[in-house]
Structure formats: structure tokens, C-alpha cells
Nanobody, 113 residues
Framework: VQLQASGGGLVQAGGSLRLSCAASGLNFRLYTMKWYRQAPGNERESVATITGDSSTDYADSVKGRFTISRDNVRRTLYLHMNNLKPEDTAVYYC????????WGQGTLVTVSS
């Protein structure tokens, strides 16, 4: 299983970004996918979850601003982030769990005030 995250960058507060995570080595459509983030000095935290049938769940801190989605044909996971805040600054990781956790390499999102 390989997960390749991309799409991070520097954005001003109030701006938007879209993260992508390309998956290979698994029957993508069957698995729950997640986005996590880790800010400097903080523990890694779950941001958003999408199941195989596209049910979603979000951390309270991002509800109404972030949208997780998936394209099962392209085997790609997305995180659409709107109205970004400086506290959203973190390395973002995509994740799935089969017999164990698999992680993408992380993509840095920096939100300037």
C-alpha cells in the first residue's frame, strides 16, 4: 500500500487549498480513508474521515470549513479546505488502515495571518 499526498503550500488566512492523496496497492473503494494533521509541538490529530460508502466525519475545529471526498475511479482522496486559519498550519497526512496503519508522507500547509 502506498499513499502519496500533495497540494500543501502557503496561503493567507481566509484562503483555500485542496489536498490530494493518491492511493495504490489496495482496493481503494472498500476502505475508510482519513486525513490527520500535526502542528509543531502537538500530537497528530484526526481531521476528517470518509468511509467506503462516503459517509463523512469531521473534527469540530474544521466543521463547516473542510470537506473530505474521494474519487474511487482515480483512487484519490481529497481534502478541500476553505476559510483557512493560522491554527490550521500543520503537516497533513492521509491514512488508511488494513492490517495496520498506512500513512502518506505528509504535505505542509502554512496559513499566514
Amino acid at each position: 500500500v502506498q499513499l502519496q499526498a500533495s497540494g500543501g503550500g502557503l496561503v493567507q488566512a481566509g484562503g483555500s487549498l485542496r489536498l490530494s492523496c493518491a492511493a495504490s496497492g489496495l482496493n481503494f473503494r472498500l476502505y475508510t480513508m482519513k486525513w490527520y494533521r500535526q502542528a509543531p509541538g502537538n500530537e497528530r490529530e484526526s481531521v476528517a474521515t470518509i468511509t467506503g460508502d462516503s459517509s463523512t466525519d469531521y473534527a469540530d475545529s474544521v466543521k463547516g470549513r473542510f470537506t473530505i471526498s474521494r474519487d474511487n475511479v482515480r483512487r484519490t482522496l481529497y481534502l478541500h479546505m476553505n476559510n483557512l486559519k493560522p491554527e490550521d498550519t500543520a503537516v497533513y497526512y492521509c491514512n488508511t488502515k488494513l492490517s495496520r496503519d498506512y500513512w502518506g508522507q505528509g504535505t505542509l500547509v502554512t496559513v499566514s495571518s
